[in-house]
């Protein structure tokens, strides 16, 4: 039988009630446990009477818990987004900021993001909102390397059949898009340069 998915709160319930039950066996005849509603049982009133005994029985898997501003996995029909949580409904259900539309996701498909999802997804957010797409550079765009040097772009060549997009910088070398990551940082974007525009 499968382990039922359970809250914190449910979970330091159940433990607890096990041991009064450990404590008063024949009151476990009765399988919904007689509780007040301001004891700590309460949250055991949100459990069906089946997920209680199975938690009761069979054991229980603790579900993650979810607050503002924690990165998620949502696992839509269409692919998986990785969102923030911006808030939630009154009945719990969470919403999550999918850049500007705050959908509400049903909990069963959503996850903690990993940090590399996280990472991934700041980093797209951070290009899509200067409208390019990850390590898209443009002429007079300025990087700046990992020993603090800065470069401006100064050429732009779309080689499909080499090596695809590649910059030629400001001290003579050319870099392929690809390996512009690990070396290189945007000091800025040729827009946002007040000397060109």
């Not at 009151?27 to 004891?39: A, G, L, Q, R």
């Not at 470069?151 to 870099?175: C, P, R, W």
Request: proline fraction near 4%; aromatic fraction near 12%.
């Amino acid at each position: 039988m499968e382990k039922v998915k359970i809250s914190q709160k449910q979970a330091d319930a159940i433990e607890k009630y096990k041991q009064e039950a450990r404590k008063q066996h024949a009151k476990m005849t009765n399988v919904k446990p007689p509780f007040d509603t301001e004891s700590w049982a309460l949250p055991l009133h949100f459990l069906s009477t089946t997920d209680f005994s199975r938690a009761l029985f069979s054991g229980y898997e603790v579900e993650d818990e979810f607050k503002d501003g924690d990165w998620v996995a949502v696992e839509w029909d269409e692919g998986k987004d990785i969102n923030v949580i911006v808030g939630f409904e009154s009945h719990g259900r969470m919403i999550v900021d999918n850049e500007g539309l705050n959908n509400t996701p049903p909990n069963g498909i959503v996850r903690h993001a990993t940090d590399e999802e996280i990472a991934t997804e700041k980093q797209r957010r951070f290009w899509n909102g200067n409208n390019r797409d990850v390590w898209e550079l443009d002429l007079y765009d300025c990087v700046i390397n990992k020993y603090g040097a800065p470069f401006v772009v100064m050429g732009v060549t779309d080689d499909y059949l080499k090596n695809g997009t590649s910059y030629e910088l400001s001290n003579g070398t050319e870099y392929p898009k690809d390996d512009m990551e690990p070396f290189f940082k945007v000091l800025y974007f040729a827009e946002d340069r007040k000397d060109i525009n």
